[in-house]
């Protein structure tokens, strides 16, 4: 009868012993799975960064060939009146900055990094505009998204300031975004659609004598 007793609490303490592992072993399970499942939802979930330096077109290509980034789209932004139009934003008097808002894998292309190439393929001294393209619509400026992304900013343009690589101060302002309004079709991809006319427009407007006397062999070669 003693026997028994003590086989029976043997065979208790044995199946409670197996419960607790494999409790511990589900709970190191969800854990992982959970680690894996916020990795995968941080690589899904890309992020914006909206920059206007100048006409769009422009600034496109320069984004769209870098990898990690999944699209480039030309549009309006910083201004007072909804949905604006192209003529209505050449006016100057809406407010809006010709822009573009880059959605980017920041696994793959650091914030800092979509800074780095914006930096060297505008003139940040220029106040007035953008090479041949002349206005407060062309004016560059970086309009940051969140906190993050506004200490980066204005961190990256005091570094640039302070490199002496521009004899003039740094002008490009750091502004909270706005309403972002996607620009008419017929300039969304324009280097593609109009490869001609936009390499005219894009030497005559010499952007790129500029770009290649400020940076020398550092220009990015993906104009």
Known sequence: MKTKL??????????QDKVIIKGIC??????????????????????????????????????????????VISGYTGGHKENP?????????????????????PDKISYQEILEVFWKNIDPTDLNGQFAD?????????????????KIAEESKQELNESGIFKEKIVTEVIKVSQFYKAEDYHQGYYKKCPVKYKTYRIGSGRDRYLKKIWGDKIQENN
Not at 85 to 105: F, L, P, R, W
């Open 6 to 15: 003590r086989y029976k609490k043997i065979t208790v303490f044995y199946r």
């Open 26 to 71: 589900i709970c190191l399970l969800s854990g992982v799975l959970f680690i894996m499942n916020a990795n995968l939802l941080a690589k899904e979930n890309p992020e914006k960064a909206t920059l206007a330096g100048g006409c769009f077109w422009c600034m496109e290509p320069v984004f769209e060939k870098k990898d990690g980034v999944i699209e």
């Open 85 to 105: 139009t192209y003529k209505e934003v050449c006016s100057g008097k809406t407010g809006h900055y010709e822009a573009v808002q880059v959605i980017y894998y």
């Open 134 to 150: 002349r206005g407060s619509q062309y004016k560059t400026a970086i309009f940051y998204h969140n906190a993050g992304q506004k």
